[in-house]
């Protein structure tokens, strides 16, 4: 008896899943009124514009440097530039090493809209109807989920270049070799880009929900027919 149980509930599972997927989609249609190719293809392009928008926007000089999306230093440089400011070469340590961390930042942010797109084109149905009657935030969950490790990857050695680029590194070298021949101080070792890449996506992240509520919740930033179309009857949902 088990384990005809057990063999009923493993064809139940399933079933009702894609059930449970059905009336989702058949909400969608019923409230949005179109088919579910518009349904998709409308998300998709409301993403593209949102996840574009957002790395366009961290890319341009001063767009992680003077936003609320700047990056500061890691506690451990916060440290060092504390024990630092008073001694000769070092007096503006922490506002030349922000300045090049966010400077590094935003030339890594252009390698974003890419594999955002990859993501986008790679959505199904199913994601596209769940994200469009979903939370304020399930593209941006979804684009997390899809895109974060990749992008980590595509960003570290960009950061890396971007820093000795604009002197960062040979900067924080100077500082801590300074640092660590105090006596009695705990050595450091922090890795500057490790911890710019981690702080610029979280940015990047945030800018692309703050887009995402925008075409949801503003009439006006639904720049096209398709987009007026799909997210008008979503407002009721």
Request: glycine share 6%.
């Amino acid at each position: 008896m088990k384990s005809i149980l057990a063999i009923l509930l493993f064809i139940s599972v399933p079933f009702f899943a894609e059930a449970q997927f059905g009336k989702i989609l058949d909400k969608a249609k019923e409230q949005v009124g179109i088919g579910e190719d518009d349904i998709s293809g409308g998300l998709k392009e409301a993403l593209e514009k949102g996840a574009g928008r957002a790395s366009e926007t961290l890319s341009i000089e001063d767009g992680f440097y003077k936003s609320v999306y700047k990056i500061t230093l890691p506690e451990e440089a916060q440290r060092v530039v504390k024990q630092l400011s008073g001694m000769p070469g070092f007096r503006n340590l922490e506002e030349d090493l922000v300045e090049r961390i966010n400077r590094a930042a935003e030339l890594a942010a252009n390698k974003a809209k890419p594999i955002f797109v990859d993501a986008i084109k790679a959505m199904s149905i199913r994601d596209a109807t769940h994200i469009l009657m979903g939370e304020d935030d399930a593209a941006t969950q979804y684009l997390h989920r899809n895109t974060h490790d990749r992008l980590f990857a595509e960003f570290l050695p960009v950061i890396q270049s971007a820093l000795d680029e604009v002197n960062a590194i040979e900067l924080w070298e100077s500082a801590t070799t300074a640092y660590n021949r105090i006596p009695m101080v705990r050595k450091v070792e922090t890795r500057l880009d490790d911890h710019v890449t981690r702080k610029a996506l979280e940015g990047l992240f945030d800018l692309v929900a703050v887009e995402e509520l925008k075409i949801r919740t503003d009439v006006s930033a639904r720049t096209s027919s398709r987009l007026r179309e799909v997210f008008a009857k979503q407002d009721k949902k």
